[in-house]
């Protein structure tokens, strides 16, 4: 057996992340600690418990442990729990805690097979405060959108491989000591100390691979960890490397033009009045997404203690996503005929809804497309994130500890470049679609050849952003304390501290390119007649009939077309609506008064923050407008740099306080307010114009931060080893949420503009952010227990209600959630298998339509094999169940139905060796 002994640094951080630093290593169960613990009075500082840990069982045992000596309301996942879940990165380990949900996207780009983003108790991720050794990290996103479009103040958990973790202490209540930001709670990543490692050297690592079977590719999965310390356990060097390769293939339908409406005095109508005001699907596609996707980086954390009462840590960590990816969505383009000619007798219209139809191919005449093509490649696409953080622990006398830490951090999302085709689709052989409700696939069909020959580019385009290199970067000072009190009284503690950060998120440059009039873009003989073609099962797991065995040109060819034919030259092309910046100056200061007495415990506390803040945008202007400083030369209008101040503060006061009714039953309560500025697109993200419908999405730089009154109840049974039984109760009160208002406003219509030769200017139903008030309130059950020696079950449940004052449903918000796992373990083979299910929740808004995301449910399981003390072999299965993630549209006329993806399942297999 080995025996853990877990730590808490007596650093002020560490303090206020409540074991969150706690580790089990392999250590004797005399060793002494480091660091005594600093949650109590100086007389009564002694070491945590000394636990067994091996295996599942161990850490679960762990994680409960956190969270029972916690000060507050907390959940955690301990290293050997992501080992065994299976979780491929943070997130994915997370999903399987209460009150804890994921998404796998964080703009409109859909469901993929790995979670990207975290978020609590039924909230936008946005309000789930990231952190990494209690710091802030810069993050970034591969996907364009959610670059520039959809810019938001959640981390990317893609760039954070579980590899990398000792354990993760998620906070659903608030302490005056945490940093602000996140209003429904926070994350804590904790890495790997040098110093913890009872072994001078230590050497471990995996090697492995991963099946995508949908992708049909079998990838490499690498990491390896190098631990060294000296025999005086005061300098200790931690090295550690990822890289890890994965195939991916998504298959979809979207409703990519949302839903047209024929007009009422539309040309079919005088033959066919009830088709008069009726929706259509319009751009109904088959989507075939496929992507490399190469993570790579690493650890480096140095410790030294020159002296008894002086510890320092320098830590740095990297990690980067290259991401390049192609997207095909091959559309029946309703618009250019549902007004015109009408369908075969026997169509349907179910309430306001054409839901079946069938239009005949159309000879003679002149000839329309009924289909367009987008083809669109993303080489160079990628994501990173990097920081490096300097502390100090430092003992000053025997009742009074500082820590300090300085650092800087570093996030990228790039988009170099998009190589990218419209084209239309003739002869027309005809058309036609059936709908069969939200969660199935719509059958559609769209005749003719669809060969290189028959594509129009002169019904095409040439479009896609260039250059694209989002920074979101942060530089922080924090100082810490804490004066601890005489032994006998109930003020056992008192921490204190300031912190001052320097916050940029900006997009200095983006070029959208065009077609070069000047080359032969229109003539379709100046174009390939190779390519590739849709795999032979593109669609089997979503059901339904429509087009397959798809014709495409390929990477390098759309590369070689776009090179041809583009026009991405400055300033012409430089797209303006797209660059932003958002500049904050955070500083805060903190007390918080900790209370010890006869089987309770708590604290009271009070921070203070404020934020000056400068939010850069442009202005779109008419062109010739004469207006002062007015920026001349792009083909998408003139425009105006234009700056906004906003400056605000606020006072948050938190308390928390715990009972032991016995020695296994604890009861909770913590009441707080806590704060959460806007996301970066809310106050100057993109304006995005849709020139079809007429509609779009913009900024709003005088927004409020949303402050939230919480409110938190739990009691936990602890009624066996391993066991527990708990239940709480939440509720937020949200001021100034952040939701989506629609406005009218006239801008350039650009394609209007081309066909007439003249600028033309039209009105567009704008979505902008606004602030409201809303309220959520729910509960979360818990059960974990073992059975017998070598079997465990848990479950937990969330429940979760809220909506703005206005009667609109709150981002992110699933009504239920749950999980349910099983493991087995014995000394040699252990397996683990978990369903995870989420409700339906709101992701945003679609051309002013409320978008949501559909119930879905994933199944995982694990196994593995103990070879000996030193070596292990695992495999694990993610979406074994291949889930389909559907979503669709709330909009006046009911609900729609807008995309649905399928991603396979993924199988990875890895040889873990240590020393």
């Known amino acids: 057996m080995k025996l853990r002994k877990s730590m808490l640094s007596a650093s002020i951080v560490a303090a206020l992340m409540v074991s969150a630093t706690a580790t089990a290593q392999d250590a004797p169960a005399d060793a002494p600690s480091d660091n005594p613990q600093a949650a109590g009075t100086r007389d009564d500082a002694t070491d945590l418990d000394t636990i067994i840990v091996t295996g599942i069982r161990g850490s679960l045992e762990k994680s409960l442990d956190t969270k029972r000596d916690a000060a507050t309301h907390v959940e955690a996942v301990s290293a050997e729990d992501i080992g065994k879940l299976p979780a491929k990165n ?10 804890v949900n994921i998404s796998s996207s964080s703009a409109s780009e859909g469901g993929f097979d790995e979670a990207d983003r975290v ?45 990398i973790v000792d354990q993760v202490v998620v906070h659903k209540s608030s302490e005056a000591k945490l940093v602000e930001g996140g209003s429904a709670g926070s994350v804590d990543i904790i890495t790997r100390k040098p110093l913890q490692y009872p072994d001078q050297l230590t050497i471990s690592g995996s090697v492995g691979a991963v099946h995508s079977d949908l992708a049909g590719e079998t990838d490499p999965q690498v990491s390896a960890l190098f631990n060294w310390k000296n025999d005086a356990n005061n300098l200790g060097v931690l090295l550690q490397a990822f890289y890890q390769e994965r195939s991916l293939r998504r298959d979809g339908q ?132 990097k920081y490096l953080a300097l502390e100090a622990d430092w003992q000053a006398t025997d009742n009074l500890d500082f820590h300090f830490q300085a650092g800087t951090t570093k996030g990228n999302g790039r988009s170099e470049t998009q190589d990218v085709l419209e084209t239309g689709i003739a002869p027309n052989g005809g058309a036609s679609w059936s709908m069969h409700g939200i969660d199935e696939a719509i059958d559609w069909s769209l005749g003719g050849n669809n060969t290189p020959s028959t594509h129009r580019p002169d019904f095409g385009w040439i479009f896609g952003g260039q250059g694209i290199d989002v920074l979101d970067k942060e530089d922080w000072f924090a100082a810490d304390g804490t004066l601890f009190t005489m032994s006998d009284s109930v003020l056992s503690s008192l921490d204190f501290g300031v912190r001052y950060a320097e ?83 955070n500083s805060a200061a903190y007390v918080q008064a900790n209370f010890t007495g006869d089987n309770w415990s708590g604290n009271l506390g009070l921070r203070y923050v404020k934020t000056d803040s400068d939010i850069e945008y442009t202005q779109a202007l008419p062109i010739g407008s004469g207006i002062p400083g007015a920026i ?109 208002g629609n406005q009218t406003i006239q801008y350039k219509d650009q394609q209007a503009s081309q066909d007439a030769g003249t600028d033309v200017y039209s009105d567009y139903l704008v979505s902008v952010p606004v602030n409201t008030d809303g309220k959520l309130k729910g509960y979360e059950i818990g059960y974990q227990q073992p059975i017998g020696e070598w079997f465990g079950v848990a479950a937990n449940y969330t429940f979760a209600d809220g909506e703005t004052d206005d009667g609109k449903p709150l981002n992110g918000a699933s009504r239920n959630t749950y999980n349910l796992s099983a493991y087995f373990e014995n000394e040699r083979f252990n397996a683990r298998v ?74 990875y297999l890895n040889f873990r060796f240590s020393y």
């Open 254 to 385: 979207e409703v990519v033009g949302g839903y047209g409406q024929i007009a009422y005095d539309a040309p079919v109508t005088a033959t066919n009045p009830d088709l008069a005001g009726v929706l259509y699907p319009n751009l109904l596609g088959a989507v075939l997404f496929e992507q490399k996707r190469e993570r790579r980086g690493g650890v480096l954390d140095v410790q030294f203690k020159p002296t008894d009462n002086l510890t320092l840590d320098l830590n740095g960590f990297y990690s980067k996503l290259e991401a390049d990816n192609y997207n095909r969505n091959y559309m029946m383009w309703t618009s250019q005929f549902a007004g015109i000619r009408a369908p075969e007798p026997g169509y349907v219209v179910d309430g306001n809804l054409l839901t079946h139809a069938v239009y005949p191919a159309v000879t003679g005449g002149t000839e329309v497309p009924y289909g367009v093509y987008d083809m669109i490649s993303r080489p160079g696409a990628s994501s990173e994130s």
């Open 90 to 99: 943070v997130a994915d380990a997370l999903q399987q805690l209460p009150g």
């Open 632 to 740: 001349t030369g792009s083909a998408f209008g003139d425009y105006l740099k234009v700056t906004n101040s906003k400056d605000y503060d606020e006072l948050l006061p938190s308390a928390n306080v715990k009972f032991d009714l016995s020695s296994d039953l604890l009861l909770r309560f913590a009441a707080s307010k806590t704060m959460t500025r806007p996301d970066y697109s809310a106050l100057a993200g993109s304006l995005t114009l849709d020139d079809l419908t007429h509609t779009g999405s913009g900024g709003n730089p005088d927004l409020d931060p949303l402050v939230s009154t919480n409110f938190d109840a739990s009691l936990e049974w602890y009624f066996a080893p391993r066991a527990l039984l708990s239940f709480s109760v939440f509720q937020m009160d949200l001021k100034d949420y952040i939701s989506f």
């Open 119 to 163: 978020s609590l108790r039924g909230t936008n991720p946005s309000l789930t405060q990231t952190l990494v050794n209690g710091h802030s990290i810069g993050t970034g996103d591969w996907f364009v959108l959610s670059q520039v479009a959809n810019v938001g103040r959640s981390v990317s958990y893609s760039l954070l491989p579980a590899e």
């Open 834 to 907: 978990a369903y995870t299910f989420r409700e339906a929740f709101y992701a945003g808004v679609s051309r002013t339509d409320s978008f949501y995301q559909d119930d879905f449910g994933t199944v995982s399981a694990s196994l593995g094999w103990k070879i000996n003390d030193a070596m292990s072999l695992s495999l694990d299965g993610l979406n074994l169940n291949n889930p389909t993630y559907s979503y669709y549209t709330d909009s006046a006329v009911g609900v729609l139905p807008y995309a649905m993806y399928s991603n396979g399942r993924q199988y």
């Open 503 to 585: 916050h940029e998120r900006s997009n200095d440059y983006e070029i959208a390119q065009g077609p070069n009039w000047a080359s032969p873009w229109q003539d379709i003989t100046a174009y390939p007649t190779t390519g590739g073609h849709y795999p032979g099962d593109f669609g089997n797991g979503l059901g339904g009939n429509f087009p397959g065995g798809i014709w495409y040109y390929t990477p390098d060819q759309l590369a070689q077309i776009n090179a041809d034919f583009a026009n991405r030259n400055y300033p012409e092309r430089f797209y303006f609506s797209d660059v932003y910046g958002v500049f904050e100056k």
